[in-house]
């Protein structure tokens, strides 16, 4: 969410204007993130965000903003995409042109999106009530985007790692290469498996961590705290479930200095999970290998956004090691978490 694209205030409010979102007044740019530019963008109607896309191409944008709203349609706390007024333009269909969506706008020269602004506010701390609430959203999107017509593959997956791995290994250590190397034969071993073609698939978040995820404590929700919404679907596309739960684990459920999981939260997150859609055979078995993909697909990408920069305003990459530490704890203790899956599912079935 840095900023790579200055907007100049009167185009966002043209385009504010033609989506028939209110009035502009307010524009500030969002700190945080790297791929894409933000913008908060007020209106006399509301409060909006403004992404500019400065790596997703038109072509593949459709896939994201119609998954953002095909979730929204069936009631999933997402952030709905504003559509051009009275565009009767296809919003799956796969055959359009990428100009043809209605969710697709265009700001300062780059592809753009504007939806609402959720209500709330991160847990940056979460608790095991929090991680329980992440639990069981995650398996209710899974289940919504299971008809969802248009696939896409995810974009930082197993291929990604391939191409990236070697163009980060001359910024590492010794030790550091080793241990990439290793584990990416080690995850292309797995992917050539039965077990993982048995792994069941859909469209994943594949980016859901505790900053993409919003909480309202008013009491609404009974004891548990109230989400409000998860949001920054852009690293979205056709993957298994699995490994989206295997992110979410790996943030959600970890001790941030050392990289280790905690108990408490991952038995929450996994049993709310579990509770609308419990995890089959092969998903018992796979998981900690995927908790293990899931640390090396977020120090991959960190060593490459930070040895590999690009420029921006308020551009903040982070830190890489500490998914370097998380993946040696999946190392060290990797059937902590099956067998938290494993309980879990006899527990059910009881």
Partial sequence: MAVFTEVPADEAADLMRRLGLGELTALRGIEG???????????????????????????????YLGLMKHLADRGMPVPEPAARSGDG?????????????PLLHTVAGKPAAVVRKLEGRSELAPTADHCSALGDLLAQLHLAGRDYALEQPNLRGLPWWNDTVPVV????????????????????????????????RG?????????????????????LPRMTGVF???????????????VCLNDWAIDLPTGRADAARTEALLEAYQARRPLNAAERELLPAMLRAGALRFWVSRLWDFHLPREASMLKPHDPTHFERVLRERLRAPQVLALHAEATAEAQDA
């Fill in 203 to 223: 469209p994943v978040h594949a980016d859901l961590f505790r900053d993409n995820a919003m909480f309202a404590h008013d009491g609404r929700g009974g004891t």
């Fill in 33 to 63: 993130g790297i791929e894409n530019t933000n913008y908060f963008a007020t209106t006399d109607r509301g409060d909006y965000v403004l992404t500019l896309f400065e790596r997703l191409t038109p072509t593949q944008l459709p896939y």
């Fill in 89 to 101: 333009g296809p919003l799956f269909d796969a055959g359009a042109p990428a100009s043809a969506c």
């Fill in 169 to 200: 290994l001359p910024h590492v250590d010794a030790a550091q290469a080793a241990l990439l190397r290793s584990e990416l034969a080690y995850q292309n071993h797995i992917a050539a498996s039965s077990a993982y073609a048995a792994l069941p």
């Fill in 232 to 246: 920054d679907f852009y690293f979205a596309g056709t993957d298994t479930w699995l490994f989206d739960l295997a």
